[in-house]
């Protein structure tokens, strides 16, 4: 899974998809998670991440990415995924 390339992401959490000219804004997990994903972390790397550095529990963590990730599919922000 992997973020578009075309997809500009601010150091302020400020996203831009040049496709179709919506943009959004993310919290600081969020765009931290956004830019591993554009990096092509793994849900793995990504999780172990996150939860040393928030020190949340996996579980919730788990819960909190997959709804994350379902917005980012919903806007179609990955590459080779159309929905």
Do not use: C, P, W
């Not at 992401?9 to 931290?32: A, M, P, Q, R």
């Not at 793995?44 to 709804?67: A, M, S």
């Amino acid at each position: 899974m992997k973020i578009r390339n075309n997809i500009a992401i601010s150091d302020s959490g400020f996203v831009f998809d040049s496709n179709n000219g919506e943009s959004f804004t993310l919290n600081k997990i969020g765009l931290e998670i956004l830019q591993m994903l554009k990096n092509s972390r793994t849900e793995e790397e990504i999780t172990q991440k996150i939860v040393k550095k928030y020190d949340v529990d996996i579980e919730t963590f788990e819960q909190n990415y997959f709804d994350f990730v379902g917005m980012l599919r919903h806007f179609n922000l990955f590459e080779n995924e159309s929905f």
